[in-house]
Nanobody, 121 residues
Framework: HVQLVESGGGSVQDGGSLSLSCARS????????MAWVRQAPGKEREGIAA???????SYADSVKGRFTISEDNAKNTLYLQMNSLKPEDTAMYYC???????????????WGQGTQVTVSS
């Protein structure tokens, strides 16, 4: 079983930056693919960044060039660096994990509790 705990959310002005972290415990870290998924009020969950078990990364077009996903296996931590934030990035951000490489799909098995990101204009 895998446990995920996100941190780092908050409020920022349009154009600002935030960094999210996801601490992972449970099964050996390197065997899992990881992703960041967000959900805005009234909208479906959207996979925005993922890293496969072999290190391959993928991004949604909506965040490509502005967000960067990375991981520190020694610390069992996943990160999301978010730059040039826009009001439309406002959402609850979730960390997710799965033993299969799912890319930007929303069908991950394990989920954190989420952290809120609010971008004001």
């Amino acid at each position: 079983h895998v446990q995920l705990v996100e941190s780092g959310g908050g409020s920022v002005q349009d154009g600002g930056s935030l960094s999210l972290s996801c601490a992972r415990s449970g099964e050996p870290y390197s065997r899992y693919s990881m992703a960041w998924v967000r959900q805005a009020p009234g909208k479906e969950r959207e996979g925005i960044a993922a890293v496969d078990s072999d290190g391959t990364t993928s991004y949604a077009d909506s965040v490509k060039g502005r967000f960067t996903i990375s991981e520190d296996n020694a610390k069992n931590t996943l990160y999301l660096q978010m730059n040039s934030l826009k009001p439309e990035d406002t959402a609850m951000y979730y960390c997710a994990a799965d033993e299969y490489n799912l890319g930007l799909a929303r069908s991950y098995t394990y989920w954190g509790q989420g952290t809120q990101v609010t971008v004001s204009s």
